[in-house]
């Protein structure tokens, strides 16, 4: 079967987040994000795609300052509240009744009941016709100790982070779920180059 070019998100599995923001009037502002990842390894920036009218971006724009948060599966039907087209003015911590969790570095308040939050400054804009390319560094993260080991890893088979698979007329939410194969970073360096190069950890 031969898909067109605009399906590659069908075949791709994709992270939730609900991103956090709060206007310049003051207006909480939340909505549910795939299109987001780290910037390679060990940096401390992610990026994340936005449609140029969206109010996630807007704020952004007018603050600086953003909040990823990550839910477990079981808050699927407030993703999909914040999913709706409320207009700017419309506080969607409310309509979701989601409880604010206060930030230590930025203004915009996290959501209590995620299993992390990633609190973000703006760092660049790549603007486009259609879309814009956010970069935000990590000034703050923090997760839930129930489900963190102390090495900062997550037991996603008990913290069920919410993720999706999406299709022609919907998607399915998801969650991640091991495949029995445990790899070492050391895997990924052979013969010579083992003993002369360096080994990428997510810590370093």
Sequence with gaps: MILRPSQREQVLPLPVALISTVSGGGVRNVAPWSNITPILRPLDEIVLASWIKRDTLENIRATGEFVVNIPQASMVEEVMVCARNYPP???????????????????????????AWMECVLSEEIARENYSLVIGTVVHLEVDDRY???????????????????????????????SGRFARYTEMVTGRYATNQSIPHPER
Aim: glycine letters at 12%.
């Design 148 to 178: 963190f080991n102390d090495a900062g890893e997550m037991d996603f088979g008990r913290a069920e982070p919410l993720s999706v698979m999406l299709g022609q007329e919907g998607m399915w939410f998801t969650r991640p779920v091991r």
């Design 89 to 115: 003015e419309v506080d969607e911590f409310e309509e979701a009744g989601l409880a604010p969790r206060p930030s230590a570095k930025v203004r915009p308040p996290g959501i209590d009941g995620c299993l």
